[in-house]
């Protein structure tokens, strides 16, 4: 059975809990004037910050394991310890997926430069048509003044 919290057991977790909370989140906190709200706003505010935490948690065991798995492979590597098979794979798979990523923002770079080359292009030679357009235009008025 669960029991009820007071309105004095919420007000000191509310004291409690925002010492976590940022500055503009206390200062939403305290224009709410119904304890129960003010708790329920406290407990969403901590829910969020929990929930950045273990997605950075996530995130750092993540790099952790490749960087593991990096420092295994190179060790393998620089030991010449090609009978431990997994921790090389590893290290390969590790790098080759990097390799394509590489391949890939390379491609992509260029492109996007020669998407940027040929408008570049194409906005000049229509600016030297009208220019030797402007350039015709004299030309046939001064021949026609001459004859």
Known sequence: MST???QDD?????????????KEQVEHLD?????????????RYMREINEGKKGERLKALEYY???????EGLECVDKKLWTDEKKIKA???????????????????????LERLKLQRSQRQKEYEAE??????????LENKLR
């Open 31 to 43: 224009r709410i004037e119904n304890v129960d709200g003010r708790y329920k706003c406290c407990q």
């Open 91 to 113: 290290f390969s798979n590790l790098l080759d997926a990097y390799c394509d990523k590489c391949v890939k923002l390379v491609e992509d770079n260029n492109r996007r430069h």
């Open 10 to 22: 919420k007000l000191h977790m509310i004291k409690t809990m925002c010492k976590s909370l940022s």
């Open 132 to 141: 030797q357009a402007k350039y015709d235009k004299e030309i046939a008025e």
């Open 65 to 71: 394991k490749q960087y593991r798995e990096i420092l």
């Open 4 to 6: 009820k919290l007071t």
